[in-house]
């Protein structure tokens, strides 16, 4: 169906985003899952594009659009060429608006260059080995002393912690009976402070070239000056850019099922059963127009969300609507698709295997199904 959220220039912006993912990442992608990360020296080659730089400030080396459409034209582009950039995903969509919006003049000087030409890393450390989508009963703690915070405790399900030269942890640093959500500061620590480890890389049944690491902080000292935003003031910074976050997995999750309904489509095609195509089953057919229409149901949900979003009007209910919606989709598909191909779905030398596995986790991270729900109950005055 006819889309209209993207201007030329963000056509543009498709044209150098398939460019580069056709030529530096889809022949070595088979490699990076094997290895299960991606090298940090394509982070310094999409700096040098100047894709990771789109939206920072042009003093720093940046274009200075903060426009997320270019953030889904290029995870668009990857889901048609059959990859993922998940990690680079993270930094860009979920990571960089807190810099973007929290960081003083000095942390901007200090951080944003190498934020824009790819060669600081940044994962951010909410998750803990005890709480998911309970944000306000994490445990890690941060006392301040002097000039300095202490930081001790330990985060898990870490995306990109393994390379990351800058990780923004949440830790508590009051304790309010009254209000639980109180008391949450952002502090950005840094690779090689005293104290902070990395801990083992997840196995993790999809997503495999996205390193997923637990990281630990044992009396790591944060200076002030790495505090990103006022002291206890992060939950709410959090919530602020929940909707952009999940946004950034309903944008996937469409994209994604495209792919798996294309690569399907060609599939059946060329596969004879019964000396006739699989496409040429009654069945099939049903099965892949039924799928097709509802991506493009989810699809047109995603762009009226995306427009509300770069206008600064996306509400959290909707984005959790959008989310439950398409990441439903996309497993009902990704799954459907799967049975098409028969036994050979099911060898990962097919990518509609890889876009099964993927797919999975859509369902749970930033904000499960069931949480979305009850934020979508909310709203509804529930």
Same mark, same amino acid.
């Given at each position: 169906? @006819?889309?209209?959220?993207?201007?030329?220039?963000?056509?543009?912006?498709?044209?150098?985003?398939?460019?580069?993912?056709?030529?530096?990442?889809?022949?070595?992608?088979?490699?990076?899952?094997?290895?299960? *990360?991606?090298?940090?020296?394509?982070?310094?080659?999409?700096?040098?594009?100047?894709?990771?730089?789109?939206?920072?400030?042009?003093?720093?080396?940046?274009?200075?659009?903060?426009?997320?459409?270019?953030?889904?034209?290029?995870?668009?582009?990857?889901?048609?060429?059959?990859?993922?950039?998940?990690?680079?995903?993270? *930094?860009?969509?979920?990571?960089?608006?807190?810099?973007?919006?929290?960081?003083?003049?000095?942390?901007?000087? @200090?951080?944003?260059?190498?934020?824009?030409?790819?060669?600081?890393?940044?994962?951010?450390?909410?998750?803990?080995?005890?709480?998911?989508?309970?944000?306000?009963?994490?445990?890690?703690?941060?006392?301040?002393?002097?000039?300095?915070?202490?930081?001790?405790?330990?985060?898990?399900?870490?995306?990109?912690?393994?390379?990351?030269?800058?990780?923004?942890?949440?830790?508590?640093?009051?304790?309010?009976?009254?209000?639980?959500?109180?008391?949450?500061?952002?502090?950005?620590?840094?690779?090689?402070?005293?104290?902070?480890?990395?801990?083992?890389?997840?196995?993790?049944?999809?997503?495999?070239?996205?390193?997923?690491?637990?990281?630990?902080?044992?009396?790591?000292?944060?200076?002030?000056?790495?505090?990103?935003?006022?002291?206890?003031?992060?939950?709410?910074?959090?919530?602020?850019?929940?909707?952009?976050?999940?946004?950034?997995?309903?944008?996937?999750?469409?994209? *994604?099922?495209?792919?798996?309904?294309?690569?399907?489509?060609?599939?059946?095609? *060329?596969?004879?059963?019964?000396?006739?195509?699989?496409?040429?089953?009654?069945?099939?057919?049903?099965?892949?127009?039924?799928?097709?229409?509802?991506?493009?149901?989810?699809?047109?949900?995603?762009?009226?969300?995306?427009?509300?979003?770069?206008?600064?009007?996306?509400?959290?209910?909707?984005?959790?609507?959008?989310?439950?919606?398409?990441?439903?989709?996309?497993?009902?598909?990704?799954?459907?698709?799967?049975?098409?191909?028969?036994?050979?779905?099911?060898?990962?030398?097919?990518?509609?295997?890889?876009?099964?596995?993927?797919?999975?986790?859509?369902?749970?991270?930033?904000?499960?199904?069931?949480?979305?729900?009850?934020?979508?109950?909310?709203?509804?005055?529930?």
């Amino acid at each position: 169906m @006819r889309r209209e959220i993207y201007t030329e220039d963000h056509e543009a912006f498709r044209g150098l985003a398939a460019e580069f993912i056709e030529k530096e990442v889809v022949a070595h992608y088979a490699d990076w899952e094997k290895a299960g *990360q991606m090298p940090r020296s394509v982070f310094e080659k999409l700096g040098a594009a100047g894709i990771l730089g789109v939206a920072i400030p042009p003093e720093y080396g940046g274009a200075g659009l903060r426009d997320y459409r270019y953030n889904a034209v290029l995870q668009e582009e990857a889901a048609r060429a059959l990859v993922t950039l998940s990690t680079v995903r993270t *930094q860009l969509d979920v990571i960089l608006p807190y810099f973007l919006s929290y960081a003083d003049d000095q942390q901007r000087e @200090r951080w944003f260059p190498g934020l824009a030409n790819g060669t600081l890393l940044t994962a951010i450390a909410m998750t803990e080995p005890g709480t998911g989508s309970d944000l306000a009963g994490m445990s890690t703690r941060a006392v301040r002393d002097g000039d300095d915070y202490v930081l001790n405790g330990a985060k898990t399900f870490i995306t990109g912690g393994l390379l990351a030269d800058l990780v923004i942890v949440v830790a508590r640093t009051s304790t309010d009976a009254l209000d639980r959500r109180a008391g949450l500061t952002l502090l950005v620590v840094e690779d090689g402070m005293p104290g902070f480890e990395r801990g083992r890389v997840l196995d993790k049944m999809g997503c495999k070239v996205q390193d997923t690491v637990e990281l630990s902080f044992d009396d790591v000292r944060v200076p002030v000056a790495n505090r990103l935003g006022a002291e206890g003031a992060a939950f709410g910074y959090l919530g602020s850019n929940l909707s952009q976050e999940r946004m950034t997995v309903a944008v996937g999750s469409v994209a *994604q099922a495209r792919a798996a309904i294309g690569t399907t489509v060609e599939y059946v095609k *060329q596969r004879k059963a019964f000396g006739i195509s699989v496409a040429s089953f009654q069945n099939t057919k049903f099965e892949l127009a039924a799928m097709s229409a509802e991506l493009e149901a989810a699809q047109t949900m995603v762009d009226r969300a995306v427009l509300d979003l770069v206008a600064g009007e996306l509400s959290g209910a909707d984005a959790a609507r959008v989310k439950l919606f398409t990441t439903e989709m996309q497993g009902r598909v990704v799954d459907r698709c799967l049975q098409l191909f028969g036994g050979y779905g099911y060898m990962t030398e097919y990518p509609i295997a890889r876009l099964y596995t993927d797919a999975r986790v859509a369902r749970i991270y930033a904000g499960t199904s069931e949480v979305m729900k009850v934020i979508v109950a909310k709203s509804l005055g529930l």
